[in-house]
């Protein structure tokens, strides 16, 4: 049973660089779609982006092309920078596991909450 | 701009049938957007339900259940429970490398 689990730090500076990793466990980083998705306080999921571990990648267009997505095969671990932060990014951010050909989230994350604040 | 949408809220009686959906703003939903569904209780993460519109994900008791319905995705739960009070959302996938999840449906079991 895949687990994937977040990790950063617990507080960001507004215009600074938010920075998650997610870890990937029981399972090879090879064949899916890395996904991270948020949901700020009391709102909704919102997709910010994927990258499949063959070099492929897209973006919500919302994020104004902030975020890149990046995987390391080596330690099975992926990776979220969003740049030029604001209150507004702050949120709960889940990695996710995206399934090829039926394009949907089997694994999730727990969750890791990032406050932005000065 | 497409939006998808959900109910905001909905409520259900223990052992009663309740259907939510799951639209587009504009145009006709159908199988080719792959509606998936998640259930989300306060302070955990989604758990996967329902994907590919119909399948049920591994371990997920046989009344949740997905379908189209007309123009929309729908999830049912036939005999609710009051473990099924939680927030319903479904996503989408709206091609070339794009998700897209609705706004969620809250759903009152009492």
């Given at each position: ?13 507004p ?11 029981g399972g ?38 902030r ?22 990014d ?23 909450l ?5 | ?13 223990p052992?009663?049938t ?13 199988t080719?957007?792959?509606?998936s ?28 259940s ?7 995705a ?13 927030d ?6 709206m091609?070339?490398?794009n998700?897209?999840?609705?706004g ?7």
């Amino acid at each position: 049973q895949v687990q994937l689990q977040e990790s950063g730090p617990g507080l960001v500076r507004p215009s600074e660089t938010l920075s998650l990793t997610c870890t990937v466990s029981g399972g090879s980083i090879t064949s899916y779609y890395w996904t991270w998705i948020r949901q700020s306080p009391g709102k909704g999921l919102e997709w910010i982006g994927y990258m499949y571990y063959g070099g492929g990648s897209n973006y919500n267009p919302s994020l104004k092309s902030r975020a890149a997505i990046s995987v390391d095969t080596s330690k099975n671990q992926f990776s979220l920078r969003l740049s030029s932060v604001t209150s507004a990014d702050t949120a709960v951010y889940f990695c996710a596991r995206g399934v090829l050909s039926i394009f949907y989230f089997d694994s999730w994350g727990q969750g890791t909450l990032v406050p932005v604040s000065s | 701009q497409t939006v998808v949408t959900q109910e905001p809220s909905f409520s259900v009686s223990p052992g009663g049938t309740v259907t939510l959906t799951c639209g587009l703003s504009s145009g006709s939903l159908s199988t080719s957007y792959f509606p998936s569904w998640y259930q989300q209780t306060p302070g955990q993460p989604p758990r996967t339900l329902i994907y590919n519109t119909d399948t049920r994900s591994s371990g997920v008791p046989d009344r949740f259940s997905g379908s189209i319905l007309g123009d929309k995705a729908a999830l049912t739960i036939t005999g609710a429970q009051t473990d099924d009070e939680s927030d319903y959302y479904c996503v989408l996938y709206m091609g070339s490398g794009n998700w897209l999840f609705g706004g969620g449906t809250k759903l009152t079991v009492l």
